[in-house]
Structures are given as structure tokens and as C-alpha cells.
């Protein structure tokens, strides 16, 4: 199903410019922002497998627009971010491939799943204080998270529901990051597969490039604002909201 500008009404280019910006702002942040954008696409009519591919065009911009707000502020992790980055790239390759030959049935079923398990997650997962972190990202730590990073990037290519909330489970814990330096970590490991898993996509025509640029225009907006404010503000309430409203749509893809 491919659409056209023609095509395009109003309504759903308001509607995805909306949540495309929720999206980026929550994906920035802390995650789970693809938990409304996939299901948004969904709805307005594309088949999964094409709506999990068009999502990925408004990751991409999102995750670039995010890792030059965090750069304008002086806040990046180089080399560590570019290994494992690579390292996630070729698993992302892999998930794509499994993402575009599962029958859209099967996942809708385990995208309803997923987000039951990311609302606990953004439930129970505790906050984390940042001023007693000294960072680890060289030595065995630097490639136990190269490792760690190939298998995240499978989930992140055929899915990427709430990777990032996973990986800033992953980086404060294991690599002592702050939950600052884990955000800037986590937007630039996602923008570099997320190069993989969009090529995939593409080579599999599974991208309807106008709803996923104009869902982008949102997920930009949302991820350069939220680079540069205070990942502490707000975060009771944007976890508060995605819990209500993930439930819901995890509920109507798997009953509707």
C-alpha cells in the first residue's frame, strides 16, 4: 500500500505530525515513543510489516536530530557510541530481514505483548541517581557492550518498541553512565542502526516514504527540543501518560 501526496488527508498529516512529535520528545528522553507512533501508522491503514518500515524513516531523522542536540550541549560518548553503533547495525540487518517476512497477524500479536512489557517497565524500573556514576565504556566493559549492542540492534531492526528503555537500563547500570550521557549514548547507537534496518526495509519496499516524512517533521521537532531540556522535567508525567496510553493500543491491536 503505498500512498501519495494527493492522497494524504489533513487530519492524518496533523495527526502524525502530533504523535511524531510526542514520539521524538518521549523517545529522547527516556523511550517507548514507537508504541505510538507503529500503532498510529497502523491504524490510518498500513499493513504492519509497511508501517514498521515508515517508522523507521521518523527514527532515523529523530535519532540525528537528537544526537546534534546533545553535541550543541557538549554532551557525546566517542568512540564507545560509534562501536557499539556498528556492533548493533549488523544485528539490526538481521531483525529488519525476520520484521519484513513475519505475517502481520503474528506481529501485531507480539507488538501488543511488547508493550505490556514496556508499560512494566516504565512502571517499576527505578530512578537512577547520576552524580555517584564514573563512566566505563573502555576495556572488557567497552566490549561486553559491543556484544550486548549486536543482539539489542536484532530487537531494535524488527522492532524497536522500547529498545530505549532497555538500553538506559543497560548503560547507567552496567556502564555506570549517567542517565544525561546514557540518553546522548542511546539516540546515537539507535540513529546508527537504524541506518541498517531502514535499508533493509527499502530494499524490501516496506516503506511508505510520505507518512513516514511527515511523521518525521514531528519526531524532529520533538527530539531537538527534548536534547536540550532537562531529562529530569516531566519524566512522572510522560511515564504516567505512556502507561495509559500504551495499554490502550496494546489492547485494540490485539483484540481488533
Known amino acids: 500500500m503505498n500512498v501519495t501526496f494527493a492522497a494524504v488527508l489533513d487530519l492524518n498529516s496533523l495527526l502524525l505530525i502530533t504523535v511524531g ?20 501508522l497502523i491504524f490510518l491503514g498500513l499493513p504492519p510489516a509497511l508501517a514498521n518500515g515508515t517508522n523507521r524513516v521518523a ?16 554532551i557525546a560518548d566517542f568512540p564507545f557510541s560509534l562501536y557499539c553503533g556498528i556492533s548493533a547495525f549488523f544485528g539490526a540487518l538481521i531483525g529488519a530481514q525476520i520484521a519484513v517476512d513475519i505475517s502481520g497477524e503474528l506481529f501485531k500479536k507480539i507488538l501488543s505483548v511488547v508493550m505490556i512489557v514496556v508499560v512494566l517497565m516504565i512502571a517499576f524500573t527505578p530512578k537512577l541517581k547520576s552524580k555517584d556514576f564514573v563512566p566505563r565504556t573502555t576495556g572488557w566493559h567497552l566490549w561486553l557492550s559491543v556484544l550486548a549492542f549486536f543482539f539489542f540492534g536484532i530487537y531494535g531492526g524488527f ?35 537504524t541506518l541498517g534496518a531502514l535499508v533493509i ?35 512522572v508525567l510522560v511515564r504516567r501518560a505512556m502507561i495509559v496510553v500504551v495499554i490502550v493500543m496494546a489492547l485494540r491491536l490485539w483484540f481488533f
Open 21 to 40: 512529535f510526542v514520539a521524538g520528545f518521549v523517545n529522547t528522553i527516556a523511550g517507548g515513543g514507537t508504541l505510538l507512533t507503529l500503532p498510529t
Open 59 to 74: 527514527i532515523f531523522l529523530q535519532t540525528i536530530s537528537a544526537t546534534a542536540g546533545f553535541k550543541s550541549k557538549g
Open 159 to 193: 522492532l524497536n518498541a522500547g529498545i530505549g528503555l532497555v538500553i538506559l537500563v543497560f548503560l547507567p547500570y552496567f556502564n555506570k553512565m549517567s542517565l544525561v550521557r546514557s540518553n546522548a549514548s542511546k539516540v546515537a547507537i539507535v540513529s546508527i542502526y
Open 201 to 235: 526495509f527499502a530494499l524490501n519496499d516496506s516503506i511508505d516514504w510520505v507518512y513516514g516524512l511527515i511523521l518525521s517533521i514531528g519526531n524532529i521537532l520533538g527530539a531537538w527540543l527534548a536534547s536540550r531540556w532537562s531529562v529530569a522535567k516531566g519524566d
